[in-house]
Protein backbone atom coordinates (compact mmCIF):
# COMPACT_ATOMS: atom_id res chain seq x y z
CA UNK A 1 0.00 0.00 0.00
CA UNK A 2 0.89 3.64 -1.10
CA UNK A 3 2.44 5.59 1.96
CA UNK A 4 0.17 8.66 2.37
CA UNK A 5 0.62 11.51 5.07
CA UNK A 6 -2.76 13.41 5.61
CA UNK A 7 -2.59 16.34 8.01
CA UNK A 8 -2.48 20.02 7.54
CA UNK A 9 0.81 20.76 8.79
CA UNK A 10 3.65 19.48 11.08
CA UNK A 11 6.02 20.92 13.89
CA UNK A 12 8.76 18.04 13.74
CA UNK A 13 9.65 15.57 10.77
CA UNK A 14 8.22 12.38 12.80
CA UNK A 15 5.65 12.08 10.04
CA UNK A 16 8.63 10.68 7.58
CA UNK A 17 11.43 9.46 9.96
CA UNK A 18 9.86 6.13 10.48
CA UNK A 19 10.04 5.64 6.36
CA UNK A 20 13.38 7.27 5.04
CA UNK A 21 16.97 6.79 6.45
CA UNK A 22 20.13 9.15 6.37
CA UNK A 23 21.39 10.04 3.32
CA UNK A 24 18.03 8.83 1.25
CA UNK A 25 16.69 11.13 -2.02
CA UNK A 26 13.02 11.59 -1.72
CA UNK A 27 10.15 13.87 -2.82
CA UNK A 28 6.93 14.52 -1.70
CA UNK A 29 4.24 13.99 -4.30
CA UNK A 30 0.40 13.74 -4.96
CA UNK A 31 -1.60 12.31 -8.25
CA UNK A 32 -2.43 15.38 -9.84
CA UNK A 33 -5.78 13.54 -10.48
CA UNK A 34 -6.32 13.23 -6.61
CA UNK A 35 -6.61 16.99 -6.40
CA UNK A 36 -10.01 18.93 -7.22
CA UNK A 37 -9.57 22.00 -9.67
CA UNK A 38 -10.49 24.34 -7.22
CA UNK A 39 -7.57 23.77 -5.27
CA UNK A 40 -5.45 23.59 -8.56
CA UNK A 41 -6.93 27.28 -8.92
CA UNK A 42 -6.27 28.83 -5.41
CA UNK A 43 -2.62 27.51 -5.29
CA UNK A 44 -1.32 29.26 -8.64
CA UNK A 45 -0.48 25.91 -10.57
CA UNK A 46 -0.52 26.34 -14.34
CA UNK A 47 -3.43 25.83 -16.61
CA UNK A 48 -3.71 23.19 -18.67
CA UNK A 49 -0.90 21.53 -16.36
CA UNK A 50 1.79 19.65 -18.01
CA UNK A 51 4.93 17.50 -17.40
CA UNK A 52 7.85 20.00 -16.95
CA UNK A 53 6.03 23.19 -15.92
CA UNK A 54 7.19 24.65 -12.35
CA UNK A 55 5.43 26.92 -10.20
CA UNK A 56 5.51 28.97 -6.69
CA UNK A 57 2.91 28.13 -5.05
CA UNK A 58 0.26 31.24 -4.24
CA UNK A 59 0.23 32.40 -0.80
CA UNK A 60 -2.74 30.67 1.09
CA UNK A 61 -1.67 30.53 4.23
CA UNK A 62 1.38 30.93 6.55
CA UNK A 63 3.86 28.73 5.45
CA UNK A 64 2.97 29.46 1.86
CA UNK A 65 2.83 33.59 2.21
CA UNK A 66 6.70 32.99 3.91
CA UNK A 67 7.68 31.10 0.92
CA UNK A 68 6.50 33.39 -1.69
CA UNK A 69 6.91 36.90 0.23
CA UNK A 70 9.13 36.12 3.06
CA UNK A 71 9.33 37.95 6.62
CA UNK A 72 10.25 40.64 8.92
CA UNK A 73 11.95 40.45 11.50
CA UNK A 74 11.52 43.43 14.00
CA UNK A 75 14.19 45.06 15.81
CA UNK A 76 13.29 46.69 19.02
CA UNK A 77 16.70 47.13 20.61
CA UNK A 78 16.99 50.96 19.30
CA UNK A 79 15.21 53.47 18.40
CA UNK A 80 12.89 53.66 15.87
CA UNK A 81 13.67 54.70 12.26
CA UNK A 82 11.54 57.61 10.14
CA UNK A 83 10.03 55.99 6.98
CA UNK A 84 7.61 57.81 4.23
CA UNK A 85 4.78 56.66 2.65
CA UNK A 86 2.95 58.10 -0.53
CA UNK A 87 -0.80 59.08 0.06
CA UNK A 88 -3.15 61.07 -1.91
CA UNK A 89 -4.20 64.09 0.08
CA UNK A 90 -6.01 67.84 0.65
CA UNK A 91 -4.30 70.94 3.08
CA UNK A 92 -4.61 74.12 2.71
CA UNK A 93 -1.28 76.47 2.83
CA UNK A 94 -0.84 78.97 5.34
CA UNK A 95 -2.45 82.09 3.01
CA UNK A 96 -5.86 79.54 3.11
CA UNK A 97 -5.34 78.28 -0.26
CA UNK A 98 -6.45 74.60 -0.45
CA UNK A 99 -4.15 72.22 -2.27
CA UNK A 100 -4.68 68.56 -3.30
CA UNK A 101 -1.96 65.54 -4.37
CA UNK A 102 0.23 62.85 -3.89
CA UNK A 103 2.82 63.60 -1.01
CA UNK A 104 5.13 62.07 0.72
CA UNK A 105 4.39 61.53 4.91
CA UNK A 106 6.63 60.80 6.89
CA UNK A 107 6.20 58.14 10.55
CA UNK A 108 7.88 56.22 12.99
CA UNK A 109 8.46 52.37 12.87
CA UNK A 110 10.71 49.66 14.86
CA UNK A 111 13.59 48.87 11.86
CA UNK A 112 13.06 45.54 10.06
CA UNK A 113 15.43 42.98 8.85
CA UNK A 114 13.99 40.83 6.07
CA UNK A 115 13.80 37.25 5.64
CA UNK A 116 13.98 36.45 2.54
CA UNK A 117 11.42 33.93 0.94
CA UNK A 118 12.92 30.77 -0.15
CA UNK A 119 10.42 30.15 -3.12
CA UNK A 120 10.22 27.00 -3.49
CA UNK A 121 8.69 25.67 -6.42
CA UNK A 122 6.20 22.61 -7.04
CA UNK A 123 7.32 20.78 -10.03
CA UNK A 124 4.71 18.90 -12.41
CA UNK A 125 6.33 15.28 -13.39
CA UNK A 126 5.15 12.84 -14.92
CA UNK A 127 5.35 9.60 -13.60
CA UNK A 128 4.34 6.18 -15.12
CA UNK A 129 2.14 7.71 -17.49
CA UNK A 130 0.09 9.71 -14.38
CA UNK A 131 1.28 13.71 -13.76
CA UNK A 132 1.94 14.20 -10.33
CA UNK A 133 2.82 17.64 -8.43
CA UNK A 134 5.85 17.30 -6.24
CA UNK A 135 8.84 19.21 -4.69
CA UNK A 136 12.26 18.97 -5.83
CA UNK A 137 14.30 16.05 -4.77
CA UNK A 138 15.17 16.32 -1.22
CA UNK A 139 17.94 14.42 0.82
CA UNK A 140 16.74 13.12 4.01
CA UNK A 141 19.33 14.52 6.65
CA UNK A 142 19.50 16.10 9.99
CA UNK A 143 21.74 18.84 8.51
CA UNK A 144 18.38 19.50 6.01
CA UNK A 145 15.92 19.68 9.09
CA UNK A 146 14.54 22.92 8.58
CA UNK A 147 14.69 22.87 5.02
CA UNK A 148 12.50 19.62 4.31
CA UNK A 149 10.56 20.37 6.99
CA UNK A 150 9.69 23.85 5.23
CA UNK A 151 8.95 21.80 2.01
CA UNK A 152 6.78 19.20 3.92
CA UNK A 153 4.65 22.05 5.44
CA UNK A 154 4.51 23.89 1.98
CA UNK A 155 2.71 20.62 0.77
CA UNK A 156 0.38 20.07 3.55
CA UNK A 157 -0.50 23.47 3.58
CA UNK A 158 -1.30 23.09 -0.54
CA UNK A 159 -3.07 19.75 -0.60
CA UNK A 160 -3.36 18.50 3.39
CA UNK A 161 -1.81 14.97 2.05
CA UNK A 162 1.28 14.28 0.18
CA UNK A 163 2.65 10.54 -0.69
CA UNK A 164 6.45 9.58 0.10
CA UNK A 165 8.22 9.36 -3.78
CA UNK A 166 11.89 7.74 -3.45
CA UNK A 167 14.43 8.75 -5.99
CA UNK A 168 13.08 7.00 -9.27
CA UNK A 169 9.76 9.09 -8.19
CA UNK A 170 7.98 5.55 -7.71
CA UNK A 171 6.00 5.78 -4.29
CA UNK A 172 7.17 4.55 -1.03
CA UNK A 173 5.47 1.46 0.33
CA UNK A 174 4.20 2.11 3.49
CA UNK A 175 6.21 -0.71 5.43
CA UNK A 176 4.51 -3.20 8.36
CA UNK A 177 5.70 -1.15 11.45
CA UNK A 178 7.75 -2.97 14.24
CA UNK A 179 6.89 -2.27 17.68
CA UNK A 180 9.94 -0.89 19.51
CA UNK A 181 10.08 -0.30 23.34
CA UNK A 182 5.89 -1.70 23.96
CA UNK A 183 4.62 -5.04 24.72
CA UNK A 184 1.02 -4.74 23.14
CA UNK A 185 -1.46 -6.90 25.00
CA UNK A 186 -4.43 -8.27 23.46
CA UNK A 187 -7.28 -5.80 22.22
CA UNK A 188 -10.04 -5.23 24.20
CA UNK A 189 -11.53 -3.50 27.50
CA UNK A 190 -9.03 -2.63 30.27
CA UNK A 191 -10.56 -1.10 32.88
CA UNK A 192 -9.21 -1.14 36.64
CA UNK A 193 -10.05 -5.29 37.20
CA UNK A 194 -8.43 -6.05 33.84
CA UNK A 195 -5.49 -3.69 33.92
CA UNK A 196 -4.35 -4.08 37.78
CA UNK A 197 -2.06 -7.09 37.35
CA UNK A 198 -0.85 -5.90 34.67
CA UNK A 199 0.53 -2.72 36.00
CA UNK A 200 1.58 -3.57 39.44
CA UNK A 201 4.11 -6.10 38.14
CA UNK A 202 5.62 -2.83 37.17
CA UNK A 203 4.52 -0.76 40.09
CA UNK A 204 5.40 -3.44 42.95
CA UNK A 205 9.29 -2.60 42.34
CA UNK A 206 8.30 0.80 43.95
CA UNK A 207 8.38 1.84 47.55
CA UNK A 208 4.88 1.13 49.23
CA UNK A 209 3.77 4.89 49.50
CA UNK A 210 4.59 5.49 45.67
CA UNK A 211 2.64 2.50 44.55
CA UNK A 212 -0.51 3.72 46.19
CA UNK A 213 -0.52 7.17 44.37
CA UNK A 214 0.34 5.83 40.99
CA UNK A 215 -2.06 2.93 41.75
CA UNK A 216 -4.24 5.99 42.47
CA UNK A 217 -3.42 7.70 39.01
CA UNK A 218 -3.89 4.68 36.27
CA UNK A 219 -7.13 3.41 38.58
CA UNK A 220 -8.28 6.83 37.65
CA UNK A 221 -7.39 6.77 33.70
CA UNK A 222 -8.56 2.79 33.79
CA UNK A 223 -12.07 4.18 34.67
CA UNK A 224 -12.45 5.74 31.21
CA UNK A 225 -12.26 1.96 29.99
CA UNK A 226 -9.26 2.19 27.58
CA UNK A 227 -9.45 -0.19 25.05
CA UNK A 228 -5.73 -0.56 24.32
CA UNK A 229 -2.94 -0.74 26.99
CA UNK A 230 1.09 -1.00 26.36
CA UNK A 231 3.84 -1.59 28.64
CA UNK A 232 7.11 0.58 27.98
CA UNK A 233 10.08 -1.00 27.46
CA UNK A 234 14.08 0.16 27.00
CA UNK A 235 13.29 4.01 26.88
CA UNK A 236 9.70 4.00 27.54
CA UNK A 237 10.26 2.00 30.82
CA UNK A 238 8.21 3.10 33.77
CA UNK A 239 5.61 4.36 31.14
CA UNK A 240 2.14 2.99 30.17
CA UNK A 241 0.25 3.85 26.77
CA UNK A 242 -3.66 3.73 27.18
CA UNK A 243 -5.74 4.02 23.84
CA UNK A 244 -9.09 5.16 23.36
CA UNK A 245 -9.69 4.48 19.77
CA UNK A 246 -13.32 5.67 19.63
CA UNK A 247 -11.53 8.76 20.70
CA UNK A 248 -8.89 8.63 18.92
CA UNK A 249 -6.36 8.90 22.14
CA UNK A 250 -3.45 8.14 23.97
CA UNK A 251 -2.91 9.14 27.41
CA UNK A 252 1.28 8.54 28.37
CA UNK A 253 1.73 7.63 32.62
CA UNK A 254 4.85 6.72 33.82
CA UNK A 255 5.28 5.72 37.73
CA UNK A 256 7.51 8.36 38.21
CA UNK A 257 5.87 10.58 40.53
CA UNK A 258 7.25 13.99 38.68
CA UNK A 259 6.38 13.30 35.59
CA UNK A 260 3.29 14.54 33.82
CA UNK A 261 0.58 12.94 32.07
CA UNK A 262 0.80 13.24 27.95
CA UNK A 263 -2.13 13.16 26.01
CA UNK A 264 -1.74 12.03 22.56
CA UNK A 265 -3.87 11.87 19.13
CA UNK A 266 -1.64 9.80 17.19
CA UNK A 267 -2.23 6.38 15.87
CA UNK A 268 -1.08 3.18 17.73
CA UNK A 269 1.19 2.15 14.51
CA UNK A 270 2.85 6.04 14.45
CA UNK A 271 2.72 6.15 17.96
CA UNK A 272 4.57 2.68 19.08
CA UNK A 273 7.32 3.65 16.60
CA UNK A 274 8.71 7.14 17.89
CA UNK A 275 11.13 7.75 20.64
CA UNK A 276 10.50 9.05 23.88
CA UNK A 277 12.26 12.45 22.57
CA UNK A 278 10.59 12.92 19.68
CA UNK A 279 6.79 12.49 21.82
CA UNK A 280 8.07 14.29 24.58
CA UNK A 281 10.60 16.69 23.42
CA UNK A 282 8.93 17.15 19.88
CA UNK A 283 5.78 18.70 21.36
CA UNK A 284 3.56 16.02 19.15
CA UNK A 285 1.30 15.39 22.60
CA UNK A 286 -1.85 17.13 22.30
CA UNK A 287 -1.57 18.10 26.28
CA UNK A 288 1.07 18.02 29.28
CA UNK A 289 -1.24 17.35 32.47
CA UNK A 290 1.19 18.22 35.38
CA UNK A 291 0.08 16.22 38.67
CA UNK A 292 -1.80 19.09 40.66
CA UNK A 293 -4.77 19.28 42.43
CA UNK A 294 -6.52 19.84 39.00
CA UNK A 295 -4.87 16.70 37.41
CA UNK A 296 -8.46 14.39 37.28
CA UNK A 297 -10.57 17.44 36.07
CA UNK A 298 -7.92 18.27 33.56
CA UNK A 299 -7.57 14.42 32.40
CA UNK A 300 -11.81 14.46 32.31
CA UNK A 301 -11.70 17.34 29.85
CA UNK A 302 -10.06 15.11 27.05
CA UNK A 303 -11.00 11.31 27.85
CA UNK A 304 -14.12 11.81 29.76
Not at 32 to 57: M, R, W, Y
Not at 154 to 183: H, I, M, Y
Not at 185 to 200: E, F, T, V
Amino acid sequence: MNLKISQSNARTLSPLKPYLSEGQPFSLGLKVSDICDSTLNKIGAPSPIAAGDFFVPSAIGKTTNFNAHGDEIVDRSGGKETLYRMVDRSWTDWHGNPHSGVSAVAYKRWPRTLVEPPEEELQISEINGELFITTRRLIFSNQNDDEILHCLNLFLECFQECELLNKDGEAVQSPRLKKRNWTLLPQGAYPWAQAKSHIQSVTNQLPKNEQIVIDYRMQKISAFSPDILAIGLGGFNGYFAFGFTDKKLFVLESIHLDNATYILNEDWEKLSNLSKREIIQGNLHEARIVHSGAWYRNLKRFIG
